[in-house]
C-alpha cells in the first residue's frame, strides 16, 4: 500500500516556474516507477513524466518536453516535479502516481496502482 500526498500547485504567470513534489508513505516507494499526470476541465487525463524505480529513466509528454523535468529522493520517499517556461495550457489539476511495473505503456493511467488527490496549478497570460 502507497499513500501519495501532492503539493507545491498554485497561480503562476505565463513564463513562470512551480515545484511540485509529491510525498509517498510506505517503505517500498524506492520498488515503484512514479509518474505524474494531469487533467484540464472537460479534458482527458494526460500524461505529464514518469520516472523509473531508480531514477534511470525518465520520460515526458510531448506538450512538456524540454520545460519539465521529473526527479526523486528515494531516501525523503518523494518525487518531483520542476515545472518552467509555464504556458496557460498548462492549467491543470496535477497528479501524482505509483506503479509497481508496466505491462503496457508508461503513459497509459491505467497501468498506475496508486493516485494522489491532485494538486492545483493554474498560469495565467
Known amino acids: 500500500q502507497v499513500q501519495l500526498v501532492e503539493s507545491g500547485g498554485g497561480l503562476v504567470q505565463a513564463g513562470g516556474s512551480l515545484s511540485l513534489s509529491c510525498a509517498a508513505s510506505?517503505?517500498?516507494?524506492?520498488?515503484?516507477?512514479m509518474g505524474w499526470f494531469r487533467q484540464a476541465p472537460g479534458k482527458e487525463r494526460e500524461f505529464v513524466a514518469v520516472i523509473t524505480w531508480r531514477g534511470i529513466n525518465t520520460y515526458y509528454g510531448d506538450s512538456v518536453k524540454g520545460r519539465f523535468t521529473v526527479s526523486r529522493d528515494n531516501a525523503k520517499n518523494t518525487v518531483y516535479l520542476q515545472m518552467n517556461s509555464l504556458k496557460p495550457e498548462d492549467t491543470a489539476v496535477y497528479y501524482c502516481?505509483?506503479?509497481?511495473?508496466?505491462?503496457?505503456?508508461?503513459?497509459?493511467?491505467?497501468?498506475?496502482?496508486?493516485w494522489g488527490q491532485g494538486t492545483q496549478v493554474t498560469v495565467s497570460s
Open positions: 510506505g517503505r517500498t516507494f524506492s520498488s515503484y516507477h
Open positions: 502516481a505509483a506503479a509497481s511495473r508496466f505491462g503496457g505503456s508508461y503513459n497509459d493511467p491505467y497501468e498506475y496502482t496508486y
